[in-house]
């Protein structure tokens, strides 16, 4: 029987880091996001994930930055509200370690991506929930989406690099109601 954990957002963050003017890393994650992921007889090399992003969320700590990701040199966000993930197989890497092959979709442009997940212990929290933690890291270019934007720099290079890392640390929670109905 499969289980369908939910991301818990109080206790998640869906991030990422992006180097600027080929010296300093600037980190941003996003504030609103849902997800499951399916779980059938425990076996993580059978699940199923899927997550949504809602790209106006946004946080670089830099308010003019933010709203210059949202607009349609980066994000589009009024266009395209939302960032998905869905996965299409997973990948035993030895010990709690898995990676997720699957499709990611920005500003309507769906492309292949694998991100290397650690899956925590299972544990059950004081209401009665199971829950289990996922570390996920990937990294993208960021034009293969069409976030083409940059700007050349006098001494040479570019201001934005393409290459994007994610870094995402979801705490995912099975409801007690469902355990009890798969047990």
Not at 6 to 20: E, L
Not at 26 to 55: C, K, N, S
């Amino acid at each position: 029987m499969a289980e369908t954990f939910k991301i818990d957002p109080a206790h998640s963050s869906i991030g990422f880091t992006v180097k600027h003017m080929m010296v300093t890393t600037v980190r941003g994650r996003f504030g609103e996001f849902a997800g499951t992921v399916e779980l059938p007889d425990g076996d993580p090399t059978q699940a199923r994930a899927e997550f949504t992003i809602q790209a106006a969320s946004i946080d670089t700590g830099v308010a003019q930055r933010d709203e210059h990701l949202r607009s349609a040199d980066f994000f589009d966000a009024a266009q395209h509200p939302e960032l998905s993930y869905r996965s299409s197989e997973i990948h035993a890497l030895g010990g709690d370690r898995y990676r997720a092959d699957g499709e990611l979709t920005i500003r309507g442009v769906t492309k292949p991506i694998s991100l290397e997940i650690e899956l925590g212990e299972r544990v059950r929290d004081p209401w009665g929930n199971d829950r289990v933690g996922l570390e996920v890291r990937g990294k993208l270019n960021r034009k293969a989406w069409g976030l083409n934007w940059n700007q050349a720099l006098e001494a040479g290079g570019m201001l934005v690099s393409e290459e994007v890392k994610l870094e995402i640390e979801a705490a995912m929670v099975l409801n007690q109601a469902q355990a009890e109905v798969a047990a």
